[in-house]
Nanobody, 128 residues
Framework: QVQLVESGGGLVQAGGSLRLSCAASGLTFSTSKMAWFRQAPGKEREFVAA??????????TYADSVKGRFTVSIDNAKNTLSLQMNSLKPEETAQYYCAADLRAWDSTVGSPTRYQYWGQGTQVTVSS
C-alpha cells in the first residue's frame, strides 16, 4: 500500500526558505513520477513541481511561477521526496501536497487528476 507523509511546513517571512519532505512507502521511485501541488483556501489545487527517475536519469518540471526558486529532488536511500523553496512570497501560502503516479512521465504531468496517491498535506504560511 502506498503511503505519503509530508513534513517541513511552517511559518516563514517573505523572502525566506523552507524545505518540505515527503516520506514514501509502498512504491519504487524508479517506476513512478512524483509531484508537489499546493492549494490555498478557495482556490483550485495548483501544480508546483514534478520529478521522475528512470534508468538512473532524472527529469524535472516546474510551474513557471516557481522556476529558479524551488528545487524538487529525490533521495532514493531515504525514500524521500523533497521540495526546497527559496524566496517565498505571501501569495504562496497554501497547503502543500506530495503526490505519486505509478505510470510513466507524459505531457499531463501537471494535472492533479493523473496522480493516484496523495499525502495529507503540510501547511506553508508566508508572512509579509
Amino acid at each position: 500500500q502506498v503511503q505519503l507523509v509530508e513534513s517541513g511546513g511552517g511559518l516563514v517571512q517573505a523572502g525566506g526558505s523552507l524545505r518540505l519532505s515527503c516520506a514514501a512507502s509502498g512504491l519504487t521511485f524508479s517506476t513512478s513520477k512524483m509531484a508537489w501541488f499546493r492549494q490555498a483556501p478557495g482556490k483550485e489545487r495548483e501544480f508546483v513541481a514534478a520529478i521522475s527517475i528512470r534508468w538512473g536519469s532524472s527529469r524535472t518540471t516546474y510551474a513557471d511561477s516557481v522556476k529558479g526558486r524551488f528545487t524538487v529532488s529525490i533521495d532514493n536511500a531515504k525514500n524521500t521526496l523533497s521540495l526546497q523553496m527559496n524566496s517565498l512570497k505571501p501569495e504562496e501560502t497554501a497547503q502543500y501536497y506530495c503526490a505519486a503516479d505509478l505510470r510513466a512521465w507524459d505531457s499531463t504531468v501537471g494535472s492533479p487528476t493523473r496522480y493516484q496517491y496523495w499525502g495529507q498535506g503540510t501547511q506553508v504560511t508566508v508572512s509579509s
